[in-house]
């Protein structure tokens, strides 16, 4: 409640119609408003934000005005108004105090009603207004936009350059030509096209030193690039291609010179390629700057580029890929040395070194948990060895963990990474608490960028306590170790992993739990799902969620422990539910869990200020088995056959949704997050209405 109101509050502050600014001087300098009926007050300030804040930081000075009533009159412009003016004032009413009023003159509104293309023929208006996405939509929904004069003036040259790469090299986009009605608040556009001729590559030829390596190569390019469309960047496709295709035959430094022949009456433009290959090297010492906590081994084990060898681009490029993967250097640049001895150059490797060690404190918040924070310890290069040492330590309300990690990104020198994790755990449920304390070991491979593959052992001792009676009828063992072997695969191509605005992120996950490796549980534990973020428009994303996942029991086991079940509900999945709180129950309105669960997300994501964002979201989930009463805990420490009968079942049904809106303030760490969720279809022992503050996105 305090918190709301709070809200209230700043919002107020927001859109007030004064802005006040204090400086150490002791000077107050109040901003005022004025003649502005369409542009609201709030969008002036954000467009003339960086300008404002030096009146705030600094003694008034008049450039500072001058600066920030040309930028609003730019948003005006921006939004159609294009006679509108910004002019200022400043009253000293009195020593201690200025007064600034910005008068604002917005002027008429002004619509574009008719865009014309005159001679265009071989493209299309959709192909060619890819430069701007405003214009272009609206042109073709034919529906009228704001005239913005720098848009429109722009347009010829931006048209022109979709010509040139499109093969119409001699295409002539002429100026717009604009007619405005007598009330001068709708606009006619007209741009007049000569497209010309389009060109394609005719013919490619070569010259100079072609040796018999490297003709196949050079006759390969030709064949794939010949036919195809002509524009002037194809001569430097040609040049690079040639240039990389000798170097990765051990030519230090080729020389390529492409010319060009244009056939008007065939529409071709035919290229010849003069090659000079230089003389080709082996590689001699290598040497390395800057290194100096790393140690020069772990380089030169990263380097492609080796000491008798022949030079070759490709190995230079991937020596240079290799040593930027470790992520120890802000710099690297391999160059080769003057100095020849017997046909062989020596190689100089240049670093510079990032920071190897870092202490971080992280402070968050939880619905469930309340108040946490974490701490922890890294180095990335442990002795100079290029392996990474990590601790973290975390606490809340509920619970306190601590886990130590030691990974080898090139174990035994290949391109597997290993990870050999410690952990301790403690944490209150809603129906009992979970004390873990374990071990792992797990190799993981990178595949192409993207794409991150891992298998591993894991060890752990697990002791529940504070067990609701009612949730646990048959009293499954509180105290058992588990030893299981995990395979996960992990696809992420998001392009922000605190608010992604594209991308997607696809997972899958296999645990099984297997005594004769040292546990006593025996089960096997599927989850997989799926993240997917699309922008809608420039300040709009729309994100997509589901996963998924089985627990069953294997072998003599029957039933699953509470500690290992499914459970959802709260500020991660379906908002509308307080922690683990969707899904069968016990008499007093307990969780417990289930061996299955599903669980979908719908969520509109806008970005209202470079800080602040809003959402609204669906969320819609279940725990199977779900018939509702105190069976579920039957099914769950009986028979395992019934238990999977059961939980098929009852996978898809019982589906309960939460809907409603956020509001995220966007901090370094993640974005500070409130959610209001709203339960549609409320039961015994739930909340009609639940409120959520943590810190990080939904997912």
Known sequence: MYLFFFLLFF????????????????QRLLLFYQGNTNISEKKLRNAAQFELQGLESEPYRQSRVDDAAFMMKVACWNKGYPEATVSYRVIDHNENEKHVFFIIDEGKKVLVEQFIFEGLDQLNPAGILIHDTMIRKNVLQKEPFPYVKRQINSLSQDIKSVYIAEGFIDAVVHPPQIIFNAEKNRATVTISIEEGMRYKVGSISFSGDITEESSAAINKTADIMTGTTYFPRQKFLLQSKIMGIYGNLGFLRPEVVIKTNRNEMDGVV???????????????????????????????KRMKLHPGKPYSLRARQKSFSNLFQTGLFSRIDITFLDTETAGKKDVMVKLEEKPSRQFYIEPGWGSYELLRLKTGYKNNSLFGSGRVFRTDAGISAKGRSIKFDFIDPWLFGTSLSGNLPLYYRYRKEPSFTLEESGIG??????????????????????????????????????????????????K??????????????????????????????????????????????????LGLRYSTGVIFPTGSQDGIPLGERFYNGGENSVRSFKKSRLGPVDADGE???????????????????????????????NVAPNSNNLRDEELMSADSSDLIEATLKDYFRDMRAG????????????????????????????????????IGMAF
């Open 659 to 694: 809907v409603g809106f956020g509001v995220q303030y966007l901090l370094p760490v993640g974005p500070a997050r409130l959610d209001f969720g709203w339960n549609p279809y409320q039961r015994k022992h739930e909340e009609s209405f639940v409120v959520h503050f943590s």
């Open 441 to 490: 070991c797990y190799l993981s491979k990178k595949f192409h960028k993207k794409i991150v593959a891992s298998i591993g052992y894991e060890y752990s001792s697990n002791h529940l306590s504070d067990i609701d009676l009612d949730a646990d009828l048959f009293q499954l063992d509180d105290n058992y170790s588990k030893a299981s072997v995990i395979m996960q695969v992990v």
């Open 492 to 541: 992420d191509t998001r392009n922000d992993l605190f608010f992604p605005t594209s991308g997607h992120r696809r997972y899958m996950s296999l645990k099984l739990a297997i005594p004769s490796i040292g546990g006593e549980l025996s089960y096997y534990r599927l989850t997989g799902g799926t993240r997917y973020f699309h922008q809608l428009a420039d300040s709009l994303v």
């Open 591 to 621: 969780p417990i869990g289930g061996a299955a669960f599903n669980l979908f997300n719908l969520e509109l994501r806008k970005k209202m200020t470079p800080h602040w964002a809003s959402s609204l979201f669906v969320d819609v989930g």
């Open 270 to 300: 035919d290229l010849h390629a003069e090659i000079t290959s230089g003389r080709r090297i082996v590689i001699g010492d290598i040497f390395v700057e800057g290194n100096q906590r790393t140690r020069r081994s772990i380089i030169l």
């Open 11 to 26: 919002l107020f502050l927001v859109m007030g119609k004064t802005a006040c600014f204090g400086h150490e001087n002791g």
